[in-house]
């Protein structure tokens, strides 16, 4: 009666495990790169100590003093580009990364 009982439990274990399984899809995402300088809208000279963020979110940068930034790593697609400086209007634009680019 033991063995029993044990062969219903592994079978009933079977079926369960076999029931709860589905097959998980991953999506592979791809990456680029985004770089650019940001100038003043009136004088176009690089402007040095801009936020500078991505929406999907990647991470911020600083711009350097010439006014550059580099994000190495970014989500295909369209992203937003949003700009920012203390007593300056903040700009948005939306770009394409592609795949290696």
Not at 63 to 72: A, I, K, N, P
Not at 73 to 95: D, F, M, N, Q, W
């Amino acid at each position: 009666m033991k063995n029993f009982n044990y062969t219903r439990m592994a079978v009933i274990f079977l079926l369960l495990l076999l029931i709860g399984c589905e097959d998980e899809k991953i999506d592979i995402l791809h990456y680029g790169s985004l770089s650019g300088i940001i100038v003043d809208g009136e004088t176009y000279q690089p402007m040095a100590g801009v936020l500078v963020a991505t929406n999907p979110a990647s991470s911020s940068i600083i711009t350097s003093e010439t006014g550059e930034f580099l994000f190495d790593k970014i989500i295909s697609g369209e992203v937003s580009v949003t700009a920012r400086k203390k007593e300056y209007l903040s700009s948005t634009v939306v770009v394409s990364v592609y795949n290696d680019e």
